[in-house]
Structures are given as structure tokens and as C-alpha cells.
């Protein structure tokens, strides 16, 4: 009797903005600022002092810090001696992996935390993957931009790995954190003002991912929260960094992706599904979201299915 067993369909959309290697002198500070996505930052040497929503946290050599999207956040160095660090923003569109990286505001993995954890295995293959690079002579970016490593194909699959394999890591400690019941050193977002605009951009985040296909979601939200329209649109890029409306049209192309590559749905039938006027406006704002139909990105099966 023949057997297969299949691991489900997994398709995931990583970003990656901004990973670098920094040095920073005695003095430094960074004035406060947010982003629309995860900042994950690791003390190499030195300390710092994050200012994350009021709250101050010391960073000390070998420790690591998580901050969610939206939350503004400020650094400084006030000791005399210099100040290293690894640094990562990242997003990811799976639902459950984005539940598992949000109860909190932040999250301040100490060095006794991590001790029994993968993270610094994986930040030196990276530091490897920098060495590497800086000794490469090909690496004609780094030479006329002082600033820049331009990776190949596969030297960007081999930092996507580690960087996945690092944020499985601090998802695991999160986990792990949440079923003990340890919150010392969190603020847990809902300890936040609920009439802050953080909370109200969160919120607005919520119920878009709730109601991504629902037509004229923006203003049923808007009126929900009591704001009008622009103001609703106002609160969420200043926290986001982006309009709701383009923060919608990055769920929706995620999901036509996924849609496209992993059911039988016609693309008409997707087009419904994802709550667009007509099968042509679905077609066209695909191609403008990725260079290709959604014909073109669908995969070709020959010779039948298997």
C-alpha cells in the first residue's frame, strides 16, 4: 500500500529592512522615532538606553531587545565608551507568528534568557556572512558606498534563513515567557492609555486584518472609532508608517498570492473573495502590485495534476 504524507502549503512573506552591523560613539543618541515594522536589536558591546513609550531600558553587552510596529521608541548612549550592535526591522504576514510577536510592546531578553537559545549561533554565521563579504573584491558597493554589502542570490537565501531561524528563537522565549506568567520586565499594551493614538492605530490594525475583504472598511472603521476618514487615516500613518489603505492593499496582495499559488479558485472567484469590484480591477491592481498577471504568477501544471 503506497503512503505519502505532506507538510501543509506554507507560503510567507519575510521583509527585511535595514540589517546592519553599527558602532556608535560615547554620547550617541537616536531622537525618537517608530516604524511599521518589528525592530529586533542586539547589544554587541557597550550599553545603550532605549526609551520605548516612556519606559527606559538598559541594554547591556549580549542582551536583546524586541519592539513591536507603531510603537515610538528613542536611544542614547550617555557612558564614554562606544557602543556596537546588531540590528534587524522585519515583517511578517503570517497571521499566527504576528500573534505570537505582539502581546507586548517590547520585550527585553536578558543574557540569562537566552543562554539556552540558538540566537547567538545564528548572529555568527551572519557576522561570518559580513566577514566574508568585506574581503570579497567583487563587492564593488562596499568599496565606492562604505555602507552597503550587495549580496548574491544565494548569500540573500542564507540571511533569510538565520534571520527566520532567529526570530523562531525569540518566538519560542516569547512563548515561553507568556505560559510562566513572566511580564516584569514588559508593558503589556493593554496597560497602555486606551485614548493614546497608539491604541487607536492598533486597533484600526485589528479590524483591517479582520475585515480585509469588506467593502468600504476604511470608513465603517473610521465611524467605529469615532473619527472621520482623514483622521482615522492620519492616526494610522503616523504610527504606521503608511496609509491604511496601503497597509490593506499589502494584506490583500499576500493573500491573492497565497490564493494563486495554493487553491483551485479561479481567479474570478479570487477577485470575489478579496472583495474587488470586478475581475479587471483585480487584474490590474495584481500587475501593478508585482510586474505579472495573475495568470502569469499562478503556476503551470503539466501534464495534469499528481
Not at 516604524?35 to 545603550?48: I, K
Not at 538606553?49 to 536611544?75: C, D, F, M, N, Y
Not at 526591522?89 to 510577536?101: A, M, P, Q, Y
Not at 540566537?119 to 566577514?131: D, N, S
Request: with cysteine.
Amino acid at each position: 500500500m503506497d503512503t505519502e504524507i505532506h507538510f501543509s502549503n506554507t507560503i510567507h512573506t519575510l521583509q527585511i529592512t535595514g540589517c546592519h552591523f553599527g558602532v556608535r560613539p560615547g554620547g550617541w543618541s537616536y531622537p525618537r522615532h517608530h516604524h511599521h515594522l518589528f525592530e529586533l536589536l542586539y547589544c554587541w558591546e557597550g550599553e545603550v538606553t532605549q526609551v520605548v513609550e516612556g519606559h527606559e531600558i538598559k541594554l547591556a553587552r549580549g542582551e536583546w531587545l524586541l519592539v513591536k510596529p507603531g510603537i515610538k521608541h528613542s536611544t542614547y548612549n550617555d557612558s564614554e565608551h562606544p557602543y556596537t550592535f546588531f540590528n534587524i526591522h522585519f515583517n511578517i504576514d503570517d497571521e499566527e507568528l504576528r500573534s505570537l510577536l505582539t502581546p507586548y510592546t517590547y520585550r527585553h531578553l536578558t543574557r540569562s534568557s537566552i543562554q539556552q537559545t540558538k540566537l547567538p549561533a545564528y548572529l555568527k554565521e551572519i557576522e561570518a556572512l559580513l566577514q566574508n563579504q568585506l574581503t570579497d573584491s567583487r563587492n564593488y558597493e562596499w568599496e565606492h558606498n562604505r555602507g552597503t554589502i550587495t549580496l548574491n542570490s544565494i548569500h540573500k537565501l542564507f540571511l533569510q534563513g538565520q534571520l527566520l531561524f532567529m526570530i523562531r528563537e525569540v518566538i519560542i522565549l516569547l512563548s515561553g515567557f507568556a505560559l510562566a506568567g513572566a511580564a516584569a520586565n514588559a508593558v503589556n499594551e493593554k496597560g497602555l492609555s486606551s485614548t493614546s493614538q497608539v491604541d487607536v492605530a492598533h486597533e484600526i490594525e485589528g479590524k483591517l486584518r479582520s475585515s480585509v475583504c469588506s467593502k468600504g472598511v476604511i470608513t465603517d472603521i473610521a465611524k467605529e472609532q469615532n473619527l472621520s476618514r482623514s483622521q482615522c487615516s492620519k492616526i494610522f500613518t503616523q504610527v504606521y508608517g503608511m496609509s491604511p489603505r496601503q497597509y490593506l492593499s499589502d494584506i490583500k496582495l499576500n493573500q491573492a498570492k497565497k490564493l494563486l499559488l495554493s487553491s483551485e479558485l479561479t481567479i474570478e472567484a479570487i477577485s470575489d473573495e478579496l472583495g474587488f469590484t470586478s475581475l479587471s480591477h483585480f487584474s490590474r491592481q495584481f500587475k501593478r502590485w508585482t510586474g505579472v498577471s495573475p495568470n502569469q504568477f499562478r503556476p503551470k501544471h503539466e501534464g495534469g495534476k499528481s
